[in-house]
């Protein structure tokens, strides 16, 4: 069982729709997630960070870590066609322990 | 300019040469990683560096040779590309670990033939 599994999709919704993407993991020790937008042909940047459990909020987006499931989350409200990107969740222990990455899901935002 | 820049940002080289990806980044940044990104196989890490002189092997490293004689510069070596290595490359950087995640380079689109 790989340590972070993310679906691929890809995933289609109309513009405005509310998107969810998820992450499960294995490593109980994970306390630091990440959500990063990669657009085509540049470099993955960092959109969401929270530490431990909780909700975080930012403007359009809502970050979720339900540690006892296993569990992050990343919700997009009324979603724009800017938002089509591929979106990678990304977790660590902290400290010098690497982060381990989602391999991904691709969104595409239809007008 | 401030951040983290790779050089080249495409690159099309013959198998068997060697080839050197180049990554700089002006934030004096203790750690510095070269991923490569596949369909299918998401980030992989190659090597990875926490310090000035001091290197070590991500999942993937067979094939490439990393340096790191100045905290800036984090140069990636293919000693003889083989068509495999075929990929685009990602450097990033950080500060503290990994507690606020890396920032990522632009990438560099390397094809071998």
């Known amino acids: 069982q790989k340590e972070v599994e993310q679906d691929p999709g890809p995933l289609s919704v109309p513009e405005g729709a509310i998107v969810s993407l998820n992450c499960t993991y294995s490593?109980?020790?994970?306390?630091?997630f990440m959500w990063y937008r990669q657009y085509s042909r540049k470099g993955p940047e960092l959109l969401m960070y929270?530490?431990?459990?909780g909700n975080k909020e930012d403007g359009r987006f809502t970050a979720q870590v339900d540690k006892s499931s296993k569990y992050i989350s990343l919700f997009i409200r009324d979603s724009q066609p800017s938002d089509s990107a591929t979106y990678l969740c990304?977790?660590?222990?902290?400290?010098?322990?690497?982060?381990?990455f989602g391999k991904g899901t691709k969104l595409t935002v239809n007008p | 300019d401030a951040g983290i820049t790779q050089s080249p940002r495409y690159k099309i080289t013959e198998t068997g040469r060697q080839v050197t990806l180049m990554c700089h980044q002006t934030w004096s940044h203790s750690y510095m990683f070269w991923y490569r990104q596949d369909l299918g196989h998401g980030l992989r890490l190659i090597y990875y560096s926490a310090a000035a002189d001091i290197t070590d092997k991500g999942e993937v490293p067979d094939g490439y040779v990393v340096s790191r004689s100045k905290t800036e510069n984090f140069p990636l070596t293919l000693e003889s590309a083989t068509r495999s290595q075929t990929s685009v490359y990602f450097c990033a950087s950080s500060a503290t670990g990994s507690d606020y995640g890396y920032t990522f380079g632009s990438g560099t689109r390397l094809t071998v033939v």
């Open positions: 490593n109980s020790a994970f306390q630091y």
């Open positions: 929270t530490y431990s459990s």
């Open positions: 990304a977790m660590s222990e902290g400290g010098s322990e690497k982060l381990v």
